[in-house]
């Protein structure tokens, strides 16, 4: 690990100026930046400590929403009676993610922007267009079975590995940051970037920009929601497949859904198309298999992926049949 100068960070826009000279990185829980840096894959001349900032609070918003800072942690987020209560696929998705020790260092910001488990990406004695731009991609052709199969190009295939991604897609959550220029709010469903020709791009963040806070909208009256995640062995694993659902039932049909997966795509992967397909549809095997074929319609297996595909449309129906029963 090479050398590097470290600093706290006092307020947030002192901490963005700072932020945005080239070569620096902001720390919050450091389990992804820390690691990274051990195998020399991040080499930071400067970090910025952002744990003093007050943005470890989660706190109900005047419209029934749910504000929560970026350094809170994901243990406390999970445990949170309100995210318990009216966000329960969040709840579940942290804790579906690492282990206790970790989620209680993890915080909100960095598992948002935490990188690729491709092991190609943390090698640093292989070729990697993600990491070295305009070297190549080794896991096409090479070891790819967990990695993506929805959002894929010819130069990147490596997966977005958060549990809690997916279920902010689901819940349409919306990041807030402090900038060089001013304060910003992006759509999670615009946050992460596909890999496309520059999969060295993972977000639309620029220099300097700082998560601050997310907020969800609030809860749907009568919605249930549910987080279930699939993967080799039942703890400190990342998805093979996942999927977050927010659905509403009337009548014996749903009124509304909300469909993200996870595990398959290259960011966390909303599925507008099998929410306009169950919207009206009776609740059942028949219509969350037509949607769970819509939303695996695009996918693009590699060499040793392919089972993901009925993985992740069994996964979705599974979690379908369970949050409307
Ligand atoms: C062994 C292991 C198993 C794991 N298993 C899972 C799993 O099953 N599921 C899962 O979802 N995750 C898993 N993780 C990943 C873990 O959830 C992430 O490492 C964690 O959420 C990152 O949060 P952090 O606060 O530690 O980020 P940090 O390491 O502090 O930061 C990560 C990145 O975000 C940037 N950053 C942090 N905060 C901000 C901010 N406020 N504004 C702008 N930039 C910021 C940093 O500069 C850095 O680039 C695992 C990790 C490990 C080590
Ligand atoms: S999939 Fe992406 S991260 Fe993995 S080797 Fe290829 S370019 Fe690198």
Known sequence: MQSFQFRRAMDALSASAAGAKPGTRFVAGGTTLLDLMKLNVERPEQVIDINRLPLDTVAPLADGGLKIGATVRNSDLANHPIVQRDYAVLSQALLAGASGQLRNMATTGGNLLQRTRCMYFRDTATPCNKREPGTGCSAIGGANRTLAILGTSEHCI??????????????????????????????????????????????????????????????????????????????????????????????????????????????????????????????????????????????????????KVELARRCLVYALKEATQ
């Not at 279920?167 to 469903?189: C, D, F, K, Y």
């Not at 999969?199 to 609030?218: F, K, R």
């Not at 993967?231 to 049909?253: C, H, I, N, P």
């Open 158 to 307: 490596a997966t977005n590995p958060s549990d809690m991604n997916v279920a902010m897609a689901a819940l349409e959550a919306t990041i807030h940051v402090q900038g060089i220029n001013g304060e910003r709010s992006i759509p999670i469903a615009d946050f992460h970037l596909l890999p496309g020709s520059t999969p060295n791009l993972e977000t639309v963040l620029e220099p300097g920009d700082l998560i601050t806070h997310v907020t969800l909208p609030p809860p749907v009256p009568g919605s249930r929601s549910l987080y279930l995640k699939l993967r080799d062995r039942a703890s400190y694993e990342f998805a093979l497949a996942s999927a977050a659902v927010v659905v509403s039932v009337e009548g014996g049909r749903v009124a509304r859904a909300r469909i993200a997966l996870g595990g398959v795509g290259t960011k966390p992967w909303r599925s507008t198309q099998a929410e306009a397909l169950l919207a009206g549809a009776p609740i059942g095997e028949p219509a969350f298999r037509r949607a769970a074929d819509a939303a695996l319609r695009d996918a693009k297996p590699q060499s040793q992926n392919g089972f």
